[in-house]
C-alpha cells in the first residue's frame, strides 16, 4: 500500500471518529436521568401521599384476609363463619354486661349541673317518672337522696362526689341502710354510664329508700357520741 493510500485512510478513519458518540459513565448518566425525571412536568398525574397511603393498606388488609382465608377450614366460607362467631360472642358479652363501669374516683360526677336542694331534685324525678322516662326519673332520685344527707349533715357537701362514694360514706352514718344505697348507686351508675335501660321498678325501689333515708335516725360516731355526753 502506497504512502499516499495509507494516509487517505487515516484521514478517512479520523473523520468517521468524529461521527461516534463519546460514552458516558453509568453513575453520571442514572443521576442525570433522576434529575430529569424528578421535574414537576412528569409528576403531575401521580397520586397523592394520602391515596397512595391507603391503597397500601388495602393492599396489606387484603393480603391478611387472603392468608387467613388460606388457614382457616373451609377457605373463605370458613373465615366468615369465625368472623360471624366472634361478632356474636362479642355482642353477647355486651349486652350481658353492658359498658364497663366507672370506678369511684374518677371524673364521673353525682352532680352535672348547679346546685338544687333535695325537695327539687324529688320533684324532677317525679315529673321524669309520670313521662315514663325512668333513666332520667332514677338519676333525680338519686341525687335527691344524696342531696338530703347532705342536708342533714350526714355527708359533707363535696363537688365531684360519685354514686358509689356517696353510698360508702352514707353508709357510716346509716349501717341499716348500706345495702340499699350501695344498690342505688348501682342503678345509677348502670343507666347513667353503662347503657342500662331503667324500669318503674327501679325508680320505685330508689323512692322508697328515699323515704326511708328520710325516717331513718343516724347512727353517731365515736366522736359524736363523746360531744353528745
Known amino acids: 500500500m502506497s504512502t499516499t493510500g495509507g494516509v487517505n485512510t487515516a484521514r478517512q478513519l479520523i473523520r468517521a471518529s468524529d461521527d461516534v458518540p463519546v460514552d458516558t459513565p453509568r453513575i453520571p448518566a442514572r443521576e442525570a436521568a433522576e434529575r430529569e425525571l424528578s421535574k414537576l412536568m412528569y409528576h403531575e398525574n ?15 388488609l387484603g393480603g391478611l384476609f387472603d392468608a387467613a382465608s388460606g388457614a382457616a377450614p373451609g377457605g373463605p366460607l370458613g373465615l366468615f363463619v369465625v368472623v360471624l362467631v366472634v361478632i356474636a360472642l362479642i355482642g353477647a358479652l355486651w349486652w350481658r354486661l353492658g359498658t364497663p363501669r366507672r370506678f369511684p374516683g374518677s371524673a364521673d360526677s353525682l352532680f352535672d349541673d348547679g346546685p338544687r336542694s333535695a325537695s327539687e331534685h324529688r320533684t324532677a324525678a317525679e315529673a321524669h317518672a309520670d313521662a315514663g322516662r325512668w333513666n332520667q326519673a332514677v338519676q333525680e332520685r338519686m341525687r335527691a337522696i344524696v342531696r338530703s344527707l347532705e342536708e342533714r349533715a350526714l355527708l359533707d357537701p363535696r363537688p365531684g362526689r360519685t354514686a358509689d362514694e356517696a353510698a360508702a360514706e352514707g353508709g357510716r352514718s346509716l349501717p341499716d341502710h348500706i345495702d340499699g344505697l350501695r344498690a342505688a348507686a348501682r342503678e345509677f351508675d348502670d343507666v347513667t354510664y353503662g347503657g342500662r335501660t331503667a324500669d318503674r321498678q327501679a325508680y320505685l325501689r330508689l323512692r322508697d329508700l328515699d323515704l326511708e333515708l328520710e325516717r331513718a335516725k343516724p347512727q353517731l360516731t365515736g366522736a359524736a357520741q ?4
Request: net charge negative.
Open 46 to 60: 401521580d397520586p397523592s401521599l394520602l391515596q397512595r397511603a391507603l391503597d397500601r393498606f388495602w393492599d396489606w
Open 226 to 229: 363523746g360531744a353528745a355526753e
